[in-house]
């Protein structure tokens, strides 16, 4: 049972204080995403700013906010769990995010027949041009692409999108003032102004921490991706890819899952059978997309 739309009705959401408050909670040690939901799930109801002091959030939000001034940015929108415009999807997640921020246009996120394009970083040329002709035939059915902004499939999916005059958004694993990687920089730019970059990633604690440790937050952000989206379709990938974790999300998370024809033909992999077996489609020409998300 959902308490929160009677709950909010007597409580007004200061979109600053639960910034502050969710950045300090990051901030605490052996902070993860997972033990964040747990600390949510063990207070239902609450709000970041009831699990922190006022001087922690507003101190906490102050920081962000020069943090975001330093790297150009003076305006940005965040998206709070209980809040009439916190996408219902998200609660799907095993570990559902309580804060995110976006940059650009959020009725992007609202949109029908949203598909996650997604797949390998060293994308081969074959790989490239079957990114390029998925996501076109997309776009011509009126789909928004998403993907993670990363080099690869990720990269052809959002510029092949907007070449075709089409919508797309960009779930970084990176705070809004960060890019990754650095050659995407340009591209993430364009997307934040005219199209959605979404992030769940603290940005206090990404900043003070390794970059071994902030790796962790962009298999975190494939969940969230999968949680936005209608389907994921996975392009090519190899057998230790980050994009089997969003594999296994949008499965959990009822959500489709299609693997294109070409990786069930590659003998060094395993993987396409394995999810096959589990409910994944197996996609031989686009019709097969189109006629189960119609």
Not at 120 to 144: N, P, Q, Y
Not at 178 to 192: M, W
Not at 198 to 222: C, D, G, H
């Amino acid at each position: 049972m959902n308490h929160w739309p009677e709950f909010l009705a007597h409580k007004p959401v200061d979109s600053r204080a639960e910034m502050g408050a969710y950045e300090f909670l990051w901030q605490q040690p052996d902070t993860t995403t997972k033990r964040l939901a747990t600390l949510f799930s063990e207070h239902p109801g609450c709000l970041p700013s009831d699990l922190v002091s006022d001087e922690d959030a507003i101190k906490a939000a102050d920081e962000v906010l020069r943090e975001f001034a330093d790297r150009g940015i003076r305006q940005f929108g965040v998206r709070i769990y209980g809040t009439h415009d916190y996408p219902d999807g998200l609660r799907d997640a095993v570990d559902p995010v309580e804060i995110l921020y976006f940059l650009g246009s959020w009725e992007l996120a609202e949109a029908p027949r949203r598909v996650a394009v997604v797949g390998t970083r060293e994308v081969s040329a074959e790989g490239a041009a079957r990114t390029r002709k998925l996501v076109k035939s997309l776009v011509e059915h009126d789909f928004t692409i998403v993907s993670g902004l990363a080099r690869g499939v990720d990269t052809i999916a959002h510029e092949t999108a907007i070449e075709n005059g089409g919508r797309t958004i960009a779930v970084i694993g990176t705070p809004i003032s960060d890019s990754y990687p650095r050659e995407n920089a340009d591209l993430q730019r364009k997307i934040a102004s005219e199209y959605l970059l979404i992030s769940q990633v603290p940005v206090l604690r990404y900043r003070a921490q390794s970059p071994k440790w902030n790796r962790l937050f962009f298999p975190e952000r494939n969940k969230t991706m999968s949680a936005l989206t209608d389907a994921t379709i996975i392009v090519e990938a190899s057998e230790t890819s980050g994009t089997l974790i969003q594999a296994k999300a949008a499965l959990a998370q009822k959500r489709k899952l299609f693997i294109l024809e070409s990786n069930f033909h590659n003998p060094a992999i395993t993987w396409p059978a394995r999810f096959e077996a589990l409910g994944a489609i197996r996609v031989r020409e686009f019709e097969d997309i189109r006629k189960v998300l119609a």
